[in-house]
């Protein structure tokens, strides 16, 4: 059994919106990562990853993306507290908001970064770094 997270890859003036994870997460605390959450269950639903990566970006960090998502990569990897997780990540534009940390146990800080300043920084793990190569891969002209 695998928990399902998704993630958004979310670009704006050739910068991404980049997330310094909680210091009080069980994963990865202190690393930088994208913005994302778990896919909670509401019975049987159409588009449920879509929805989930929408409300979780607005919940986390106050951000609307549009509804335009492109699938960028998946992976699947064992938490620091031993949960098998399915991740997805998303290709997201913004729409609207002003990012910042709106729940303090899942975000320190938010950052918009280059591409080379998350590739040459110290706490981008090599996931983020990848996501980030595979995003800039798939972004489509005119995004």
């Known amino acids: 059994m695998f928990i399902?997270?998704?993630?958004?890859?979310?670009?704006?003036?050739?910068?991404?919106?980049?997330?310094?994870?909680?210091?009080?997460?069980?994963?990865?605390?202190?690393l930088l990562s994208l913005v994302g959450g778990k896919v909670e269950s509401d019975g049987q639903s159409a588009d449920i990853l879509e929805r989930t990566i929408?409300?979780?970006?607005?919940e986390v960090i106050g951000v609307k993306i549009k509804d335009r998502?492109?699938?960028?990569?998946?992976?699947?990897?064992v938490s620091d507290v031993g949960d098998s997780v399915l991740n997805l990540v998303f290709l997201c534009e913004y729409d609207s908001g002003s990012a910042s940390p709106l729940i303090?146990?899942?975000?320190?800080?938010?950052?918009?970064?280059?591409?080379?300043?998350?590739?040459?920084h110290p706490m981008a793990?090599?996931?983020?770094?990848?996501?980030?190569n595979l995003a800039e891969k798939v972004i489509p002209n005119g995004y």
């Open 69 to 77: 998502l492109h699938y960028v990569h998946s992976s699947i990897f």
């Open 104 to 120: 303090q146990d899942e975000v320190e800080e938010v950052f918009w970064l280059t591409t080379a300043e998350i590739l040459n």
């Open 4 to 30: 399902v997270n998704v993630e958004g890859a979310i670009r704006k003036e050739n910068k991404w919106l980049i997330i310094e994870r909680s210091k009080k997460e069980e994963h990865a605390a202190g």
């Open 54 to 58: 929408k409300r979780e970006i607005l």
């Open 125 to 132: 793990p090599i996931y983020l770094k990848e996501s980030i």
